[in-house]
């Protein structure tokens, strides 16, 4: 009985009741003569049995069958004629036009190709012609992998032992080969490397063409004999790593081959052999290759060390890099590095996750190892929020900002610039210091100096993930005692520099206040030491929604008067209360509805903030932006919609532009669906917050904020440029107004510029210009001429700027404003001609 009689699922056979033709039971023509002819009529018989048996589970085999049998008792030669015929058939009926075909089920095709993996899994006189033969026969059919190549590729093997055999067999086995070699199953690579060893005598690598592949190959194929053999067998145990998880037997293997390799070698070239994939950064891995680099990721993973999770997070970060058109490099390898990170012990690979959780920014990646983080906290007994406070790394710094490494007589010194930047000088007693590294130590210290500049890299890597880590406290709600934020925030190495630039909130005795480092102490924002502080304070970072209006106004003179640029919006951090037209509609917010963004952009300033986005155009693509915030069980929605008139779509049919309408909360922050939360149920903070994002989005990514759009706009979207560029001001705006309105009095450009309403006015000496505070496009009096000046056209002006402290980092439209402000403040000096011929009049 078979698996499907046992299931009840067995069918009645149609095939059993009707007169089989005798030469014709699936379509295919019997020979009557000819040296196969007998055998071909064997298998007519093997295949008019198997189909009144009908399809079952297992399949038929010979051994099940009357002919089957009768076929398994011939004589050795005449079973080599059955297999030829057998494999004749199988592969018409794997190439043939199905209307040459009976009308028979698709399994019944699979019973000669069954008849021929049974006999060639037998010892049988093959000559190497018939092997030849059926070698070639694969290639040609559609469904080369339908065949019983295991079987058919161990015939010529055996026969390759005599050397005579060898160039009849070639031809078929390259064909084949070649074949195979354009699959990326596991079954494909394993049976393409045994005919690579056929055809060239030896252990060989199969790899697809990239920069770090070919190096991995040159260098194997650099090395001796026995060594070569050794380092072949472990890379290609390495490339079959194909499931999404090792299995203990595939790293008992693998800790085999590498001790063979020797085990401070292979993790040598390992590190070597990944670094190079940051080469061809903008190519995808293809599949093959991304198998090998799991098995890297695997193998890595066992040997553990500080080394090998920095190479492990950095080539995760590789891996995750977008390709237009094609998603992410190599998916296979991402995952693979993050389960390895996961599972390694120590410090570093946690900090390499928590780095990955701020930079890696599409949906599945962020669930990934958002997974991970919570899996390896759990595993310590904490939260996810606090292993990532303990595996920020030092880099071996001894102060805060500042790594000093002693390196062939000069002192390197690494210090912290600012919120995303490190530099480098050397000194040595009595000399200047200089910013390029000394003739001597690049000659006799290039180990050391490698080691140094890739410090200094990862420094630089992390200090952003750190700075969106820190931004994100309040919205997680991490409130940390004051011991240990002390050297958690305040005094560490890496974080000092961004912690000692915010404001933080201090719960002590049932009362809270604000404070800030200075010189060396927490004092409130009338420079006052903060009084209270011990054991039992609790600390979290402020935030001005929790803040009153004079709070908030005290700490901005304070970062003013104390030159202080904040690592982002903190003091002067736009907050979003709910509407009166927003409680109105109860369950959405129309505030950011009716704007029209570039999607591209939109898109990746989503992703950029979590939110989950997929582009949208004239197929069925449609979708919504979506961001989900577990700790707060909550899902937001903002709807957008494809412009798909046919000027606006991309060639792949993805749409150049979309429209806005409702921002929406849902109380199930998985899933879709649903029914919208009334606003006044969502927490302020987060209310705040998710409403920024949007203007972010919209301010941003808005053809509005686009200076060239004026020159093809049109119809309604024409007219919304207009209303957007120089219309009213949203929230973001009005906090770069106040911005200006302490700022402008203090530029050397003062006497000419002034805040009127919407615009900052410069007053140059050919025209005066309204510089819009929300979308930085200028009009000209006296008739409002727009001018158009794209910002990378006002770089040169941007020098005036370089020297004025700004309260915050991250306001790339202030920027903008300031520095078009400075190059029209000095209009007769500008000699872009196209600047000029808007600004003076004809004549």
Known sequence: MGFLDLLGLRRPNPFAALPVPPSRTDGFAVPTD??????????????????????????????????GRRILALPPEAQVQVALAAMERAAWWWSADPGTRRPVPWWVGGLSEGLLRALLRRRLPFSPAEVAG????????????????????????????????????????????????????AEERALASRISELLHGEKTLLLDAEPWSERVIADVNAMDGGERERWV??????????????????????????????????????????????????????????????????????????????????????????????????????????????????????????RLRARVKYAQGQGVIAAALRDAAGRRGMGMEELEELVVPTFGMDEPGLLREEIGGWTAEVRVVGTAAVETAWARAGGKRQKSPPAEVKAAHGEELKELKKTAREMEQMLPAQRDRLEGLPMAGRVVPLGPWRERYLDHPLLAPLSRRLIWRFEMRGRAEAGAWLDGRLVGADDAPLAGLGAETRVSLWHPIGAGVDEVRDWRGWLERHGVTQPFKQAHREVYLLTDAEQRTH??????????????????????????????????????????????????EYLVDAVVRDEDLQGSGISRYVSTDQLRFFDAPDGWGGTPLPLERVPPLVLSEVMRDVDLFVGVASVGADPAWADRGEGAMGDYWQSYSFGELSQSAVTRREVLERLVPRLKIAKVCSLEGRFLVVRGALRTYKIHLGSGNILMEPNDQYLCIVPDRATPAARGTERLVLPFEGDSTLSVILSKAFLLADDTKIADPTITRQIRPAR
């Open 134 to 185: 059926m070698l070639e026969q694969v290639p040609r059919s559609s469904y080369a992998t339908l065949f019983p190549l295991r079987s058919l590729l161990t015939q010529a093997e055996h026969l390759c032992a005599d050397p005579a055999a060898r160039p009849v067999l070639e031809p078929g086995l390259r064909a084949l080969g070649e074949r195979l070699q354009l699959l990326f199953g």
């Open 233 to 354: 067998a472990l890379l290609r145990h390495l490339r079959e790593a194909t499931t999404p998880k090792a299995s203990s037997r595939w790293l008992k293997e693998a800790r085999r081959l590498a001790s063979a390799a020797g085990d401070e070698a292979v993790r040598e070239r390992a590190l070597a052999w990944l670094a190079g994939v940051r080469e061809g950064a903008d190519t995808p891995v293809s599949p093959r290759n991304g198998d090998l680099l799991r098995g890297f990721a695997w193998l890595l993973a066992e040997t553990g060390g500080d080394d090998a999770a920095s190479a492990l997070g950095e080539l995760a970060l590789l891996a995750a890099r977008k390709i237009p058109n094609v998603g992410v490099r190599s998916l296979k390898a991402l995952n693979a590095c993050v389960a390895a990170l996961a599972g390694m012990e120590g410090a570093e690979p946690m900090a390499q996750l928590s």
């Open 587 to 636: 369950t959405y917010s129309n505030r950011f509805a009716a704007h029209i963004l570039r999607q591209h952009q939109f898109a990746a300033l989503a992703r950029g903030r979590g939110w989950q986005y997929a582009l949208q155009g004239c197929f069925d693509s449609y979708n919504t932006p979506t961001l989900r915030l577990h700790a707060h069980g909550l899902r937001v």
């Open 34 to 67: 000819g040296p196969l002819a007998a055998a071909h009529r064997e298998v007519e018989a093997y295949v008019a049995d198997g189909v009144r048996i009908g399809q079952r589970y297992p399949p038929v085999e010979p051994k099940d069958t009357e002919v």
